[in-house]
C-alpha cells in the first residue's frame, strides 16, 4: 500500500467511526474557543467586510443590533465597517453556520462531541425559513426571535437535555436517512425524531404550560431545525482528518456567499477558493435567479461527511424543495460513489438495498472524473434584509479541486 492510500486509510477509518452525540446547549462567547465580545463568526473562508456579499452583511449589522452593540441599521453598518469588529470563519473555532453563518457572543449554541475522539463542534439554533438572520433578514420581527429564542427556548431546551442526558446523533441521523431525509435540506424527519425525543422532558421542566407550549410549536413548525444538529454532528466527525499527511480527502467544503472554498487533509488549514457559483434552483413567488446571491454557508459540511446532497437518493421528495427529478436524486446518489473513497457504515441509503451513502471525497478522483460534488442548498436574496428567496442544486468550481490537487503534488516533490 502507498503512502497516499496508507493516508487515506487511516482518514476514513477515524472519519466512518466518528460517534457525534449531542451534550447540550452553551453560550458561544462562553463555549466556543476564541470567542470574544467583538468576534463575529462567519460561514466560510476568510473575508473582510468590504468583501462580504448582501445577506453576510445583513447578518452581521443584524448580530450588532441583537447584541445592542448597535441601536440603528446605520449604527450597526459604520461599526461594522469601522474595524472594531472581528472577522473570522466558524471553521477556525470548532463552529459551523448555516447560510450566512454569523455567530455573536450571546447566542446559544448546541454542543456535539464526537465521542470517539473526543473533540467537539458547535452551531447556533435553527430559525426557521424566510426572513431570518442566517439569509441576511433584517427587522423587529428577526431581533425579537433571536432573543426569545435566547431567553425562552434556548433554556427550555438545555433544561428538557439535561433531564434526557445525551443525544445519540449518529443513531438520529441514520434514522432520518431512512424516514425520507437527506440531512442538509431536507430534515423533516429528523426534527421529528428530535421533537419526540425532547417533548415530555420540555413538558416537565418548561417554566409553565404556556412555554411548553410556545416551544413546541416553534419546533413543529421548524421542518429545518434538525439541521443545525446535522451540521455540528458532521463537523466534529471531520475536523480529527484535518491534517493528516499525504491524505488526499476533502476535510472541509464551505462557502462566504463571494468565494466557495476547500481543505484537504494532507495541507491541514489551507483554504483553496474560486468564486462562489450561482444556485440552479426553484425560487419563492415573486422572485427569480436574478435576487439571488450566488451560494454561501457551511452546510456543505453535510456533503463532506457523506450525506446531504450526496444521500438525494433516501430523500426523492427533496426535488420538490430544490428542483431537479426523482431520477436525477437517485443518479446524483450513484455518481458520488465515483469520486469518494468508502461507504458509511451508519448512514444507508434504503432505495440503493440500504447501500452506505458514499462518504470521503477523494480530491484526486474528483479532477480524474470531473465530477463535482452534488450540493444542495438555501438560495438568499442578493441584498441585505430580504431573507430566503428559493433553494436548488448547485455545482462547486472545479478550480479549488484542480488547485488543491496541484498543491498537493507540489509539496510532495519539494
Avoid at 446605520?74 to 473555532?93: Q, R, V
Avoid at 431570518?132 to 438545555?158: C, F, H, K, N, S
Avoid at 442538509?184 to 425532547?198: C, D, K, P, Q, V
Amino acid at each position: 500500500m502507498g503512502e497516499i492510500e496508507e493516508a487515506n486509510r487511516k482518514a476514513m477509518d477515524i472519519l466512518l467511526q466518528a460517534k457525534p452525540v449531542l451534550k447540550g446547549i452553551g453560550v458561544a462567547g462562553k463555549d466556543i474557543p476564541g470567542m470574544t465580545k467583538t468576534t463575529i463568526l462567519h460561514a466560510g473562508p476568510p473575508i473582510e467586510w468590504e468583501r462580504m456579499c448582501g445577506p453576510m452583511r445583513g447578518a452581521v449589522m443584524g448580530a450588532l443590533l441583537y447584541e445592542r452593540m448597535a441601536s440603528s441599521l446605520e449604527e450597526a453598518e459604520e461599526l461594522a465597517a469601522s474595524g472594531d469588529i472581528t472577522y473570522e470563519p466558524c471553521h477556525h473555532h470548532q463552529t459551523v453556520g448555516p447560510m450566512a453563518g454569523i455567530v455573536s457572543a450571546s447566542m446559544p449554541v448546541w454542543i456535539v462531541e464526537n465521542e470517539t475522539h473526543g473533540n467537539r463542534a458547535y452551531c447556533t439554533l435553527n430559525e426557521g425559513l424566510g426572513k431570518v438572520l442566517r439569509y441576511g433578514g433584517l427587522g423587529d420581527e428577526v431581533i425579537q426571535r433571536l432573543r426569545w429564542m435566547e431567553g425562552t427556548l434556548a433554556p427550555a431546551l438545555a433544561r428538557a437535555l439535561e433531564l434526557h442526558g445525551d443525544i445519540d446523533l449518529r443513531t438520529l441521523i441514520a434514522q432520518a436517512l431512512e424516514m425520507g431525509d437527506e440531512g442538509h435540506n431536507r430534515n423533516r424527519a429528523g426534527t421529528s425524531l428530535l421533537i419526540r425525543t425532547l417533548a415530555p422532558h420540555i413538558a416537565s421542566v418548561a417554566e409553565s404550560p404556556a412555554v411548553a407550549s410556545e416551544v413546541l410549536g416553534f419546533l413543529a413548525a421548524n421542518d429545518h431545525f434538525f439541521l443545525n444538529l446535522t451540521m455540528p454532528a458532521a463537523k466534529c466527525s471531520l475536523d480529527p482528518i484535518a491534517d493528516i499527511p499525504g491524505s488526499t480527502v476533502v476535510s472541509a467544503m464551505s462557502r462566504n456567499g463571494t468565494e466557495f472554498g476547500i481543505r484537504v487533509s494532507g495541507l491541514g488549514g489551507r483554504w483553496f477558493t474560486a468564486p462562489a457559483p450561482e444556485v440552479d434552483g426553484l425560487y419563492f413567488p415573486g422572485y427569480t435567479a436574478d435576487d439571488a446571491n450566488p451560494d454561501i454557508g457551511d452546510s456543505v459540511i453535510c456533503e463532506t461527511a457523506g450525506f446531504g446532497g450526496f444521500a438525494m437518493a433516501s430523500a426523492p421528495a427533496i426535488v420538490q424543495f430544490v428542483g431537479g427529478s426523482v431520477d436525477l436524486a437517485v443518479n446524483s446518489t450513484r455518481e458520488m460513489y465515483e469520486i469518494t473513497l468508502a461507504e458509511h457504515p451508519f448512514y444507508r441509503v434504503p432505495v440503493l438495498d440500504f447501500r452506505g451513502t458514499p462518504t470521503g471525497i477523494d480530491v484526486r478522483r474528483v479532477v480524474e472524473t470531473m465530477i463535482p460534488p452534488v450540493i444542495n442548498t438555501g438560495i438568499a436574496h442578493k441584498d441585505p434584509g430580504v431573507g430566503q428567496v428559493g433553494a436548488g442544486l448547485v455545482k462547486p468550481p472545479m478550480t479549488c479541486f484542480e488547485d488543491a490537487l496541484r498543491a498537493f503534488a507540489d509539496e510532495r516533490s519539494s
